[in-house]
């Protein structure tokens, strides 16, 4: 949902009530990232995900 929002947001233009939405979407993204590394990696099951090496 945020990624639509961000891609319509940054061909606009960054404005100053966007703010708020632009620090959700990065704590949203720095939340998914973390999980990833900290819970999936670990497990090996990465490995065997379409993009995976």
């Known amino acids: 949902m ?9 061909q606009r233009g960054l404005e100053a009530d966007d703010e708020v939405f ?10 998914v990232v973390t999980v990833l590394v ?4 670990p497990t090996g099951y990465i490995h065997f995900a379409p993009d995976g090496a």
Do not use: G, P, R
């Open 2 to 10: 945020f990624s639509f929002k961000f891609q319509i947001v940054f």
């Open 22 to 31: 632009f620090t959700l979407s990065l704590e949203s993204a720095k939340t």
């Open 38 to 41: 900290d819970s999936l990696v």
